[in-house]
T-cell receptor, first 116, second 112 residues
Framework: DQQVKQNSPSLSVQEGRISILNCDYTNSMFDYFLWYKKYPAEGPTFLISISSIKDKNEDGRFTVFLNKSAKHLSLHIVPSQPGDSAVYFCAASAVAGGTSYGKLTFGQGTILTVHP | NAGVTQTPKFQVLKTGQSMTLQCAQDMNHEYMSWYRQDPGMGLRLIHYSVGAGITDQGEVPNGYNVSRSTTEDFPLRLLSAAPSQTSVYFC???????????FGAGTRLSVL
């Protein structure tokens, strides 16, 4: 039972354009959502997060949108750069007392390729 | 700070062999976790620990043991390796009261 799903295995975008990565979840107990970026032969690195009490969070070129009613979140990268080419994982946590206790549920990942 | 350090980076085992994947963090994080990454499956939680002496099972714990004797170290033991355990293993740590996990570089394991 995949509680967090990234239905697009890959996405190809031209440099300077917008990249939109999507993620759906089924568990209504999730209340924190995170995006991680992963380069080959490296561990995932944290990119941006959003709490379920918000519907948008921005950090520079990266914006995450959350639609709780649809159980859907998306990551927008504007403008996209070749260095953004990586695997992007969506993750979710059911937080108690402000902590995940080290438990995240990940999606399958989306390979983003940004062409110069 | 080195962050989260995993050793070895690569390992090849024969079916039935045992081994320990090492994980150490120098950030004084309370929580530590082990994940495996398989193609098309994302990262799946194997075991996690909320503090020294306290561990619990994640989504895919079978075939793996863990212990947490210190805050810094969280080794993962494969008791009798099977080809199904061929994967990339990631260790992560989380500060007390937080939800962002910080990952090591991973161990790529092949079981023949």
């Amino acid at each position: 039972d995949q509680q967090v799903k990234q239905n697009s295995p890959s996405l190809s975008v031209q440099e300077g354009r917008i990249s939109i990565l999507n993620c759906d979840y089924t568990n209504s107990m999730f209340d924190y959502f995170l995006w991680y970026k992963k380069y080959p032969a490296e561990g995932p690195t944290f990119l941006i997060s959003i709490s379920s009490i918000k519907d948008k969070n921005e950090d520079g070129r990266f914006t995450v949108f959350l639609n709780k009613s649809a159980k859907h979140l998306s990551l927008h990268i504007v403008p996209s750069q070749p260095g953004d080419s990586a695997v992007y994982f969506c993750a979710a946590s059911a937080v108690a007392g402000g902590t995940s206790y080290g438990k995240l549920t990940f999606g399958q990942g989306t390979i983003l390729t940004v062409h110069p | 700070n080195a962050g989260v350090t995993q050793t070895p980076k690569f390992q090849v085992l024969k079916t039935g062999q045992s081994m320990t994947l090492q994980c150490a963090q120098d950030m004084n994080h309370e929580y530590m976790s082990w994940y495996r990454q398989d193609p098309g499956m994302g990262l799946r939680l194997i075991h996690y620990s909320v503090g020294a002496g306290i561990t619990d099972q994640g989504e895919v714990p079978n075939g793996y043991n863990v212990s947490r004797s210190t805050t810094e170290d969280f080794p993962l033991r494969l008791l009798s390796a099977a080809p199904s355990q061929t994967s990339v293993y990631f260790c992560a740590s989380t500060p007390s009261g937080g939800y962002i996990q910080y990952f090591g570089a991973g161990t790529r394991l092949s079981v023949l």
